[in-house]
């Protein structure tokens, strides 16, 4: 059973940064891309961005040059590291999961087969 536990939410004011922490369990983390998605208030789950299986990484527009994923694949844990952080960025986010056959569609949300609970982040202006 897939497990995705997040971590490293919280409250920072615009122009700050965090990162956050995704350690995933139940899987042969190796063969599954990775990514983050986010919910704000009333809105929908929109894309954040994605790493693949050769490291490569893409993101939404929104965060692009603000946001970076990276993996570390002996501790099972992928990350999302957020800087210049906008009042807009503020959501719950969720650590997402695409299990082989691996999705062509990776800039939906509809492309991740498993979601963690998520850990909210919150800018403040």
């Known amino acids: 059973q897939v497990q995705l536990v997040e971590s490293g939410g919280g409250l920072v004011q615009a122009g700050g940064s965090l990162r956050l922490s995704c350690a995933a369990s139940?899987?042969?983390?190796?063969?599954?891309?990775m990514g983050w998605s986010r919910q704000a208030p009333g809105k929908e789950r929109e894309f954040v961005g994605t790493?693949?299986?050769?490291?490569?990484?893409f993101y939404a527009n929104s965060v692009k040059g603000r946001f970076t994923i990276s993996r570390d694949n002996a501790k099972n844990t992928v990350y999302l590291q957020m800087n210049s952080l906008k009042p807009e960025d503020t959501a719950l986010y969720y650590c997402v999961v695409d299990a082989p056959p691996l999705s062509g569609n990776y800039y939906s949300t509809g492309g991740y087969d498993y979601w963690g609970q998520g850990t909210q982040v919150t800018v403040s202006s």
């Open positions: 790493i693949r299986l050769s490291g490569n990484g």
């Open positions: 139940g899987l042969t983390f190796t063969n599954y891309a």
